[in-house]
């Protein structure tokens, strides 16, 4: 069975997918399930996928730059795939 790639959605390259889940995967899998239920907003759903891949970095300065380059991408297109539960 093919690992999962939870980072990015469907329509972003799986090469790139699968180098963002290298560290980010268990982040983004909880934020796909943030995105998909009604538990929270979608700023909320946002700023814990940028708390939780911060805690992933184990303060690595670089994975923490790569964390928050990542959320502020989600920020902006997010909007496209909030919410919907077949985009992730």
Same mark, same amino acid.
């Given at each position: 069975? %093919?690992?999962?790639?939870?980072?990015?959605?469907?329509? =972003?390259?799986?090469?790139?997918?699968?180098? +963002?889940?290298?560290?980010? *995967?268990?982040?983004?899998?909880?934020?796909? +399930?943030?995105?998909?239920?009604?538990?929270?907003?979608? %700023? %909320?759903?946002? @700023?814990?996928?940028?708390?939780?891949?911060?805690?992933?970095?184990? *303060?690595?300065?670089?994975?923490? =730059?790569v964390a @928050?380059?990542?959320?502020?991408? =989600?920020?902006?297109?997010?909007?496209f795939t909030?919410? *919907?539960?077949?985009?992730?």
């Amino acid at each position: 069975m %093919e690992k999962k790639y939870y980072c990015g959605a469907l329509w =972003v390259p799986r090469w790139i997918r699968k180098i +963002l889940s290298i560290k980010f *995967n268990a982040s983004c899998k909880i934020h796909d +399930l943030d995105y998909s239920s009604t538990r929270f907003d979608r %700023e %909320e759903a946002d @700023t814990r996928f940028l708390l939780h891949m911060i805690r992933q970095s184990k *303060n690595s300065f670089s994975c923490e =730059v790569v964390a @928050t380059m990542y959320y502020l991408f =989600v920020r902006m297109l997010g909007k496209f795939t909030w919410g *919907n539960k077949d985009s992730h």
